[in-house]
């Protein structure tokens, strides 16, 4: 199975932690599309593997024009057969989730939207310079949840400032619509944001690690009392409704990404974008293909699984680890000595992460890499 990521690089205004790649406004809409007809046409293969799943992120996919959204889909559709699709997401923010363009949505093909919702306070909002209100997210989710929508909505917590409270208020409110996924992120400063910038002229306030960790201990307290299941450290859903495309990522199937700066896994290599609209566009319009690529050896591939596999509720998988490195016995002594400290737990053939452990997911893959 396949899974493809449409890139959709544009954004209404800037929120101040982010680091995806993208423009703000409409201005070179009309350039992208040209360039991304191209890149399908180069890229997909009517032979290749069937495409399970549409995934159009971004930027914000829901402010391209619908008459764009059509085109893409339209150019996509001759290479996945309606009956191998299982899963359309599309990104949507509040403020495009007009009811018109809610029925428009519907009648291209999209089940479900992925709605940055990120907080229902407005203080919140103002802060990350999110370009909605709390009052236009209740309304979009409303109308999306009386189209029939499968909706999967994101949080953010560890907003400087925001309490405890604000954050379980947040989850009741998500939870008060008809969702079945919801993906809840701490708040991280990355470098290149707008928020760096502002600690540095604004006196903005910086990430609190500690209040992070009590809203993520909550996040997860809460969720599993109302019967969802944590099925990745950031991402939590009703019973069976895991989202299919972003599991494709973490259980290491292939993909392929159309884009500036999207990635693409066939199993043996790792494809890039370049992060660069124009160099894109120019590419594109001399039929090159703007993508570098590495052969994963088999360090890299282990690491991968270890890193991401980790995450999710299916843990490290020991035959798994043996399809890719000839000894496991180093490896496996390490996360015996994990499970020796309360951070994993060690079923018949898997390692999985104790509740204490998903604190350290990222320093406790780092350990088991190999070089
Ligand atoms: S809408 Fe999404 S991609 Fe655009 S700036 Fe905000 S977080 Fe980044």
Same mark, same amino acid.
């Given at each position: 199975m396949s899974g493809l990521y449409i890139h959709i690089?544009? &954004?209404?205004?800037? &929120?101040?932690y982010c680091n995806f790649y993208f423009k703000n406004g409409r201005k070179h809409v009309a350039e992208y599309v040209d360039a991304l007809l191209k890149e399908i046409e180069l890229k997909l293969?009517?032979?290749?593997e069937a495409i399970q799943t549409l995934y159009f992120g971004g930027?914000?996919?829901?402010?391209?024009?619908n008459s764009e959204l059509k085109t893409i889909f339209n150019a996509i559709s001759e290479y996945v057969h309606p009956n191998d699709l299982k899963e359309v997401t599309l990104e949507a923010n509040p403020d495009d989730m007009t009811a018109s363009n809610l029925a428009e949505w519907k009648e291209m093909g999209i089940g479900r939207l992925s709605v940055?919702?990120?907080?229902?306070?407005d203080e919140h909002l103002k802060w990350m310079n999110r370009a909605h209100t709390a009052e236009e997210a209740e309304q979009a989710l409303t109308f999306a949840q009386d189209l029939g929508f499968d909706l999967s909505l994101d949080l953010i917590f560890?907003?400087?400032?925001?309490?405890l409270e604000q954050h379980q208020f947040n989850m009741e409110k998500a939870l008060s619509?008809?969702?079945?996924h919801l993906s809840c992120y701490g708040l991280t400063l990355e470098d290149k944001t707008p928020w760096k910038k502002l600690i540095k002229t604004k006196g903005y306030a910086k990430p609190d690690d500690e209040q992070g960790a009590e809203q993520f201990k909550l996040t997860m307290q809460y969720l599993k009392s109302r019967g969802?299941?944590?099925?990745?450290i950031s991402n939590y859903c009703l019973p069976?409704?895991?989202a299919i495309h972003n599991s494709s990522y973490w259980k290491n199937t292939q993909y392929i990404g159309l884009g500036p700066s999207a990635h693409s896994y066939d199993g043996v290599n790792r494809c890039w974008n370049v992060a660069d609209l124009n160099a894109y566009v120019e590419a594109l319009n001399k039929g090159i293909l703007p993508q570098e690529c590495e052969l994963l050896s088999d360090a890299d591939k282990f690491n991968e699984y270890v890193m991401t596999a980790?995450?999710?509720?299916?843990?490290?998988?020991i035959e798994e680890m043996k399809k890719r490195i000839d000894d496991i016995t180093p490896t496996i002594e390490r996360l015996e000595h994990y499970v020796s400290k309360g951070m994993l737990i060690k079923n018949e053939q898997s390692y999985v992460l104790t509740d204490r452990g998903k604190f350290y997911a990222d320093a406790l893959a780092s350990d088991l890499f190999i070089a």
């Open positions: 690089p544009f &954004c209404r205004q800037s &929120c101040i293969n009517k032979n290749s930027g914000t996919p829901s402010f391209l024009g940055g919702i990120q907080s229902f306070f560890g907003i400087p400032g925001s309490s619509f008809n969702i079945q969802w299941e944590q099925y990745e069976g409704k895991q980790l995450r999710t509720i299916w843990g490290i998988q």
